[in-house]
């Protein structure tokens, strides 16, 4: 059996070596189960980080719930693990678990430092993606034709044609091959921490936020998802996070993040202090809403149904915002 850190060591770790290179972290989510364990910025860099003792921890709908909070803050996703079930995770390699990014600690901390990654693990073996320009001028400098670089590297003249397009990877072998008839690197890295703005695009908001099992809370998400939904926002609940909902306006620069606070919430207090952290991290703006709020709301906009209701516009909740 593989031996492993244990996860509490392996989240220490993970959040000194992105400090070292220079992230702002947040807080550890801890006052309730949750999809991710902290928020790291390094300018225009927004992660959201998921450490798991196992890879196989991780479930679907973790995964979901942070691919979607991620987008929605034009962040990147990534879980860190060294171990699937028993087997080891290789350093320098990208997994994949129910399509989100998985690196062991010691490639995310290289990532942290600039040093990304070369080669993706998948069902069918590890490939890298090729610098299809610096073969084909290589190529040209040698004097080789397709067929003949194809014939030298040991794969076929349409494999090689697709590694000089960038259509097809690589596997680790061919790679290794070319490089070496060619004299020169031909592996392209790979930025697993750049979000594509477009995913926004894709995201469906929540119809209903019934299913987040927080009765307490139910009705005021119910009437933030119709408000925010008729001022132009994308609502989205969050049942797996310090937060309860998470918006963004499509045509502005508006992000928040917002709590529902509840009489029996025993952990309420945590749970703000986390939200304020995460905010700062995220470039998002924070509500809080409920009864009444925690013994410090941590200079949190805080807003009753009655007071939410009153709100006429986008312009308006903006303002009263933080």
Known sequence: MVKSVERAEALDFAKVALRNAGFVVSRTCASRTSCFDFAARKGETLVFVKVAHNIRDVSRSDADELRTVAVCFNGSLLIVSDVNGEEALSNDTIYSRYSAHVVTSKTLEDIAHGTHPLIEATPGGFFVRTDGGRIRERRHELGLSIGKLASMVGVSRRALYGYEREMTRASVAAAYQLAETLGVPIAKSINIL?????????????????????????????????KFSKFGLKVFASNRSPFDFVAFCPDTKLRLIGGILSENDGHADDRVEEISSLGKVMGAKLVLLGNGGSSDNHGIAFLSYDELEKIPDRQKLDSLLR
Do not use: C, I, M, T
């Not at 894709?202 to 927080?214: F, I, R, T, V």
């Open 194 to 226: 750049e979000a594509n703005p477009n995913n926004q695009d894709a995201l469906e908001p929540n119809s209903h936020p019934d299913n987040l099992g927080n009765n307490d809370g139910n009705r005021f998400l119910n009437y933030v998802f119709e």
